[in-house]
């Protein structure tokens, strides 16, 4: 390690003042392998001094640490949880995800509500379909019913709440979704179930209401712990991505966290680093890598005057950087006027769930009226008619169809979940599953976000490994692709880095360098024809060695695009590179429709172009570039290494360096549209079986608990499926 | 029958304080960390 000044942290912006003057932090905490961290954790944050609390959050791998004001530097936690081997990374919790953790909290007490109802109705109930067979008196009957009355109806009220409020808001805007048959049932079957038992009647359908709350209850919970579980890891890799940069407070140099960063401070880039904050450099001279902002992976030399931005790699020297106003940019305001206009332009797909109950609605509606016209017709007395047609309603009173959709939904987010892919919409998966077009990015999405070797295979191993070896003591990109190939992660002993020519240590008595032609002594190589390859030295002794680094491509993505092609899968790429650099990776994968040079403006017509002919389309890009076209996409995916900005646009985001998730995502997306159908039509079986019982006045209370929980279990059964797509490796 | 006046109330209050005592543990966060609390059992050193 090359010796610097200890630079001051600030992480001040993260502290949030509590009560009775103590101050709390959140942090992301990576490398708990096991039960016995959180003791370890625990211990060495609460030694600190004023530290009056510390927890460890197991579940999402978070700490929250609480300490007197004033009595602690923030930065002492993260150094104190650096010294014990875990990274901590401080954040702010997301007003999103709070608000989902709210309502978690309240679906889940409604259903304690709802299952604590049931139970207890349901005992009553059976024992009056027994004593209905047997010799149950009539007040006996009577005084079980009011008492199911008793638990039923505040039970149903307050559990309730979340279906009828949106059935009232659906029905304000003049339109229907699921939860106005299912409200509908509820208050006609507990209403009923009220007027029969004050006339000392045989069926009340207490029972059927609150089983139909308890199960779309259990099925809403569930939705909503899966959903705050990805939220969560989201949260996490957000903490642990977002960035400090180094500010300069008069002379010295702070480093402070990215979202701390205002417009006009001054900022130092060392080389290696990524661009904190957009901005305009101040001084300095470096090379730059645009590639995560335009896809061009030909560095730009950039002096004083030139306009940098968030996420691009500093190669060779320090830069010192002005930041300005967000959207202060020609390219950010480009962008930001094409996310507007895609998103203006993009027509929200109507979902499954929605458009199911849009049909159905109407038809239960009618078939209930035409029931209680016919009965009237044939004459019954209105009471039995009425009677009759609220059974109608209540026996096709959606729970397997209102089941159908979010059951198989959890177990797929779940699946995919376990794919390393986390869902940003709640709909990605019913749009992922009608793909029939995959557009691509280059860089970043084909090829690995970071520059890797490219002739590892041509070099003498032993050499490649001392190489690799010197190379961990720099900074430098492309040291850092050389030391990417080591397998010993111990730098040698007395490295030290020349800043801009290369590092040199003593290895075995002999002196090694690794670093530039001329700082190795080797003969100066005429430039590579392809612009986006760099060469870097080594010499040990008499052998030497030079290695190519370069963007190189996933290690799968010759795999998933042939696995997707397999399917049926139309592949294009649309790269903001030079077509020199993208013809060779369009080649290695078989793809011939590709473009190269294309403007964020380009890619958004290329896109409505398909669009125009039909197509569904995923965009898979990382870039800045891309964010428009992940917008006007019909649904999007992102690697988690993407820019910010295109990261919020994405409807997935995937982890790690394979492209495997792609395929998979696809695979899982399309099992589960399958399996929705499926479960869309196990309900309309049903109901064509017991819709007509209804009809014919033959439904007692017993047929419906029976009907109802058999179609339940049977749909989230058939859900279950839905969790093995994810095992089919391409 | 008479005994179900009294047996039935009884059988309510109990399944209520069941629910409360849910409730309670669902507000006071004892769900939050449901891996946690689970290894955390294990560890001995807690007991400040």
Known sequence: ?730 | MNILVYLLPVALTLGLIGLAGFLWALRSGQYNDVEGAALRVLSDDDVT
Request: proline content about 4%.
């Open chain 1, 1 to 730: 390690m090359s010796v610097t000044m200890p630079e001051t942290v600030d992480l001040s912006l993260y502290a949030k003042a509590g009560v009775g003057g103590t101050c709390d932090m959140d942090l992301a905490v990576e490398g708990i392998t096991c039960g016995a961290c959180i003791g370890r954790i625990e211990n060495a944050v609460r030694a600190l001094p004023g530290v009056t609390e510390a927890r460890l959050n197991y579940t999402n791998r978070r700490l929250h640490v609480a300490w007197a004001d004033g009595a602690l530097e923030p930065a002492a936690i993260v150094r104190a949880l650096a010294d014990n081997g875990y990274r901590g990374h401080p954040f702010v919790p997301m007003r999103a995800e709070q608000e989902e953790a709210a309502e978690a909290r309240r679906l889940t007490r409604c259903m304690a509500v709802a299952g604590f109802a049931t139970m207890n109705v349901m005992l009553l109930s059976v024992s009056v379909w027994s004593g209905n067979v047997s010799d149950i008196t009539p007040e006996t009957r009577d005084f079980f019913h009011w008492a199911s009355a008793l638990i039923a109806l505040p039970a149903a009220a307050y559990a309730g709440r979340p279906f009828f409020a949106s059935a009232w808001q659906a029905l304000r805007a003049r339109s229907l979704n699921m939860n106005v048959p299912i409200s509908l049932g509820v208050i006609l079957a507990l209403g009923m179930s009220i007027v029969e038992t004050a006339n000392h009647a045989e069926h009340a359908y207490f029972d059927s209401a609150l089983m139909l709350l308890f199960f779309l209850l259990v099925g809403r919970a569930l939705d909503h712990a899966m959903r705050r579980k990805t939220r969560a890891v989201a949260g996490n890799l957000a903490a642990l991505r977002a960035g400090t940069a180094h500010r300069f407070a008069g002379d010295e140099l702070v480093t402070v966290p990215v979202a701390a960063l205002n417009s006009g401070d001054r900022l130092l880039v060392k080389p290696g680093e990524r661009v904190p904050a957009d901005g305009i450099v101040q001084g300095g001279t470096s090379e730059i890598d645009d590639s995560l902002i335009t896809g061009e992976t030909a560095r730009r030399k950039v002096s004083a005057g030139a306009t940098i931005y968030a996420g691009s790699l500093n190669y060779s020297g320090a830069l010192t950087l002005k930041v300005t106003a967000t959207g202060g940019t020609a390219l950010i305001d480009e962008i930001e006027t094409l996310l507007e206009k895609a998103a203006g332009a993009k027509s929200r797909a109507m979902r499954l769930a929605d458009r199911a109950a849009r049909f159905y609605a109407p038809v239960v509606h009618t078939a209930a009226a035409l029931t209680l016209a016919g009965w009237l017709l044939a004459g019954a007395s209105a009471h039995d008619a009425i009677i009759i047609a609220i059974a109608v309603l209540i026996i096709t009173c959606p729970c397997a169809l209102a089941l159908a959709i979010p059951a198989v939904q959890v177990v797929a987010s779940g699946a995919l979940f376990r794919a390393g892919i986390l869902l940003n919409a709640g709909d990605a998966i019913e749009r992922l599953a009608e793909v029939d077009t995959v557009v691509f990015d280059k860089t970043g999405t084909l090829t690995l976000p970071e520059p890797h070797l490219l002739n590892a295979a041509a070099v003498d191993p032993a050499l490649l490994q001392r190489a690799a070896r010197l190379a961990l003591t720099s900074r430098h990109p492309l040291a850092m692709a050389v030391a990417r190939e080591v397998t010993l992660r111990v730098p040698f002993d007395g490295a030290v880095e020349e800043p801009g020519e290369g590092v040199r240590a003593v290895v075995d008595g002999t002196e090694a360098r690794l670093g530039s032609a001329a700082f190795c002594g080797m003969p100066q190589q005429a430039p590579s024809d392809d612009a986006g390859v760099s060469t870097i030295c080594f010499r040990h002794g008499a052998a030497t060695a030079s290695f190519a680094v370069s963007q190189k491509l996933r290690a799968d993505a010759v795999a998933v695009v042939a696995a997707l092609r397999q399917r049926g899968l139309d592949i294009h790429i649309l790269s903001g590179d030079r077509e020199a650099a993208v013809a060779p990776v369009a080649q290695a994968l078989g793809i011939t429709q590709w473009r190269g040079g294309l403007k964020p403006a380009d890619k958004i017509a290329a896109i409505e172009a398909m669009k125009a002919q039909g197509r569904r389309v995923l965009m898979v890009g990382d870039g800045l570039n891309d964010a428009p076209a992940l917008a006007a996409a019909h649904v999007s995916l992102s690697p988690i290494a993407a820019a910010d900005m295109t990261q919020a646009q994405a409807d997935a985001v995937f982890l790690g360096e394979r492209l495997g998730p792609v395929t998979d995502a696809i695979a899982i997306a399309r099992r589960a549209r399958r399996l929705m159908m499926e479960n869309l039509w196990i309900a309309a079986v049903y109901n064509a079986i017991a819709v007509p019982i209804a009809i014919a006045g033959l439904v007692t209370p017993l047929i419906a608990a029976v009907a109802m929980s058999g179609s339940s279990i049977l749909v989230t059964v058939n859900a279950l499926r839905a969790s093995r797509g994810a095992g089919e490796r391409p």
